[in-house]
Every structure is written in structure tokens, then in C-alpha cells.
T-cell receptor
Framework: EDQVTQSPEALRLQEGESSSLNCSYT??????LFWYRQDPGKGPEFLFT???AGEEKEKERLKATLTKKESFLHITAPKPEDSATYLC????????????FGKGTKLTVNP | DAGVIQSPRHEVTEMGQEVTLRCKPISGHNSLFWYRQTMMRGLELLIYFNNNVPIDDSGMPEDRFSAKMPNASFSTLKIQPSEPRDSAVYFC????????????FGPGTRLTVL
């Protein structure tokens, strides 16, 4: 069974204090790994898709990386507006479009 | 372009009542997904459709849940009869199959069953 574990469950940072969120996964052949951001009371908002080990993608202060067992979301010099829950999901090879999500990391950035 | 549209945004009902949640996917998207989010279990896929055909309904918790997609621009998720444990946020998402498969989520329906 495909599984995604995210850590830590919650993270508090000071503005400007860089850190990383972890997403460990087990999947029967990875088709893609997805990162989403979710603000309170809203639906998840797509950030990145990674397809193969060694791949990296960046967007503003966020950079996502992928290995064969885990993905990291690096946040450089975060701002209060980066506060949100970050969700990781995997999609397996084989034709199914199903995403299996982790429970997320709730990030709070204090000014 | 308009994103995924869901209605209602909030629903409060009593145990035993029928609940119908509605979703309009992004125009041109041919896959539609229904998810449920709770604190305990996180975000879980209930069912998804491709070209209006149900493909995987293995996440539907029991026979009280049913979903339909009568055309490319509309889908419903029905719970009958509803129970307090069905209280959750229900999300609809859509994607254009074959184009990175990125799923775009709607704002969700917060369901409370008393």
C-alpha cells in the first residue's frame, strides 16, 4: 500500500529563519510527487511536481527536491505569508490518477 | 479562468438526512476527483471519474455514499442517510489527464452532521 509520512507535524519559525520540511514515501513505482500549500478554510493549492530522483524545482522562497525515498521542501528566509499547511502526495505508475496524501506540516512564521 | 466550483460551502444537517454536494470542474478538464479531509485521516480520495466514467471508487466508505457525473461540467456526491461521523470537509478537484496530471482543488464544502 502506498504511504506518505510528513514531518514535523508542526513547525514554528522566525521570519528569515530557513528550514526544511520532510516527506517520506513508499510507493509501488513513483509516477510523480506533488507538493501543495493549504491555507485555513481553503482548498490545497498546487506548488510543484517532481518526477525523478535528483530533480529540483523552485518557486520564490521554496525549493523542492526528490530522492528515491523522500522529498524535501526547503524554505529560505520565510515570511509570515508563507504560514500554511504544506501537503505532500504521491502518484504511482500504472495508469491510476489517484493521489495519496500525507497529513501535512503546519508551518507558522512569526514576524 | 474560473477554478473548480463547489456548492454549498457549508452544510449543517441532522443525522439521517440526505446531503448532496455539487462540483463544477475546470472547463476542459476530463478527470474529476472527490476527496474528504478530516483531522484524524487527512485528505483521502473517495472516487474519481475520467471522461464522466467512474474509474476508482475504492475510497467510498460505504453504500451510504454515491457519486455521479452526468456530464463533463457537473458532478454530485450524495450521502444518504448522513451520520455524525461523515462530518468533514469535502473537496472536489479536476485535472487534464495526460498533461502532468496536476489536480486543481475547489474551496471545499464543510459538512456538519448533528
Amino acid at each position: 500500500e502506498d504511504q506518505v509520512t510528513q514531518s514535523p507535524e508542526a513547525l514554528r519559525l522566525q521570519e528569515g529563519e530557513s528550514s526544511s520540511l520532510n516527506c517520506s514515501y513508499t510507493v509501488s513505482g513513483l509516477r510523480g510527487l506533488f507538493w501543495y500549500r493549504q491555507d485555513p478554510g481553503k482548498g490545497p493549492e498546487f506548488l510543484f511536481t517532481l518526477y525523478s530522483a535528483g530533480e529540483e524545482k523552485e518557486k520564490e522562497r521554496l525549493k523542492a527536491t526528490l530522492t528515491k525515498k523522500e522529498s524535501f521542501l526547503h524554505i529560505t528566509a520565510p515570511k509570515p505569508e508563507d504560514s500554511a499547511t504544506y501537503l505532500c502526495a504521491v502518484q504511482a505508475r500504472g495508469g491510476s490518477e489517484k493521489l495519496v496524501f500525507g497529513k501535512g506540516t503546519k508551518l507558522t512564521v512569526n514576524p | 479562468d474560473a477554478g473548480v466550483i463547489q456548492s454549498p460551502r457549508h452544510e449543517v444537517t441532522e443525522m439521517g438526512q440526505e446531503v448532496t454536494l455539487r462540483c463544477k470542474p475546470i472547463s476542459g478538464h476530463n478527470s474529476l476527483f472527490w476527496y474528504r479531509q478530516t483531522m484524524m485521516r487527512g485528505l483521502e480520495l473517495l472516487i474519481y471519474f475520467n471522461n464522466n466514467v467512474p474509474i476508482d471508487d475504492s475510497g467510498m466508505p460505504e453504500d451510504r455514499f454515491s457519486a455521479k457525473m452526468p456530464n463533463a461540467s457537473f458532478s454530485t456526491l450524495k450521502i444518504q442517510p448522513s451520520e455524525p461521523r461523515d462530518s468533514a470537509v469535502y473537496f472536489c478537484a479536476s485535472s487534464r489527464f495526460g498533461n502532468t496530471d496536476t489536480q486543481y482543488f475547489g474551496p471545499g464544502t464543510r459538512l456538519t452532521v448533528l
